[in-house]
């Protein structure tokens, strides 16, 4: 069994920074592509970011710079760096992973999410 568990969320001001941790445990052989998907309520979950085993990146447009993604292969942990944060940053994050166990071929996981909003 995985599991993928967020951390870091939570109230911040507009400008401010959070750092989100996700980390990967159980019955893992490989971890290969991570990422950050998020989701308003009533609104479709969006892509963040990812990056690869080899540390490749990848960004949705309206990043501009904005958040940083890395990751740390040796604990199986993606985090999110998010600077300069906006109202419409608000959002629920969730962390992603593809994994392959010991009895499984790879298979995408997901983490229950992580609550960061942006408000005075």
Known sequence: QV???ESGGGLVQPGGSLRLSCVASGDIRSVYTMGW??????KQRELVATITQGGTTNYADFMKGQFTISRDNAKNTVYLQMNSLKP????VYYCTAQITTTTTYIKAYWGKGTLVTVSS
């Open 88 to 91: 419409e940053d608000t959002a």
């Open 37 to 42: 998907y998020r989701q308003v309520p009533g």
């Open 3 to 5: 599991q993928l568990v």
